[in-house]
């Protein structure tokens, strides 16, 4: 049996859950670097440094990178699991964006390095080799979990470009 849900709230869900996700995905970032004692500017998708020529080792970037990739990883596993218990359908969406976010950081890989891009260098591996760990990874949460909620290819479709759209927008703050 399919979900009876209003579109305008699957959007409304859809639409946070991706900008939740990209906060706290940067978020993380942002206590790598606290962490390390590295002084940074946090803005609400960026972070900055006080000091740019600052050097930084290879180890701590790992640390900085993989803090956010980690989190989106951790964010779907506890998802997974929490949907395997309860049957809420925001859960699957809090995949699908946790998927969707790290599914758009590989495509821009082409373009510029994105957090798995830069891990891969650092590790000495082809660029893409974390990025498709990780997506394969995330992505097979989700396939795995399709079952545990049944959304209709058109609910489906609302979520992805609800995400799609959230994360774009959330890109594109500058404060």
């Not at 980690?70 to 969406?93: A, D, E, M, S």
Request: hydrophobic letters at 55%; charged letters at 15%; a positive charge.
């Amino acid at each position: 049996m399919k979900l009876k849900i209003k579109i305008p709230t699957l959007i409304l869900i859809s639409f946070s859950a991706g900008w939740i996700t990209y906060f706290l995905h940067e978020v993380f970032h942002w206590f790598a670097y606290s962490f390390l004692n590295i002084e940074t500017s946090f803005k609400v998708n960026t972070i900055r440094l006080f000091q740019k020529e600052q050097f930084i080792s290879d180890h701590k970037f790992l640390m900085i990178y993989g803090s956010g990739v980690c989190f989106t990883f951790l964010q779907t596993v506890c998802c997974y699991i929490l949907l395997k218990k309860n049957k809420f359908f925001w859960l699957y969406i809090f995949l699908i964006a946790a998927f969707e976010l790290r599914f758009i950081a590989a495509i821009l890989n082409f373009f510029s390095p994105s957090d798995e891009g830069k891990i891969s260098l650092i590790l000495g591996l082809p660029l893409h080799s974390v990025s498709l760990i990780v997506v394969g990874g995330i992505g097979w949460l989700v396939y795995k979990s399709r079952k545990n909620i049944t959304f209709s290819k058109k609910q489906i479709l609302i979520v992805l470009g609800a995400v799609f759209v959230s994360i774009y927008m959330f890109s594109l703050i500058n404060i």
